[in-house]
């Protein structure tokens, strides 16, 4: 394992990475964060979020198992939601954010062959 993976709190998933993780940092709220987002081995989308300045890093599944990017994800934010994109392996356009309770959402921004 890499030691920028160790430096994201990435240890648990480290060993499992299929793509290289997508980073960002924001402030919601007043408080800045730091955002990691990667395709895990076990074909899902893992988001690893933290309150900058805090060793404590919260893991959350954004897509559930049998997702498997076939590029590596992109990550944003938008007035305090993250937003994540990736294609599926046929070649869909999914999209992915985050509402306000915290729970992830999808929606298929374009169907394969229209890429």
């Not at 559930?64 to 356009?93: K, M, W």
Request: net charge negative.
């Amino acid at each position: 394992m890499g030691q920028d993976a160790r430096r994201c709190g990435l240890r648990r998933h480290a060993p499992l990475l299929e793509s290289a993780p997508a980073i960002v940092s924001y402030n919601f709220e007043d408080i800045d964060w730091a955002a990691v987002a990667v395709q895990a081995g076990y074909d899902a989308i893992v988001n690893e979020m933290n309150a900058l300045g805090s060793s404590t890093w919260v893991s959350q599944v954004v897509f559930d198992p049998f997702f498997t990017a076939s590029s590596p994800v992109a990550l944003t934010v938008n007035n305090g939601s993250e937003n994540i994109a990736a294609f599926g392996v046929s070649g869909q356009l999914f999209f992915y954010w985050m509402d306000s309770s915290g729970a992830w959402h999808q929606e298929l921004v374009a169907p394969a062959g229209a890429n």
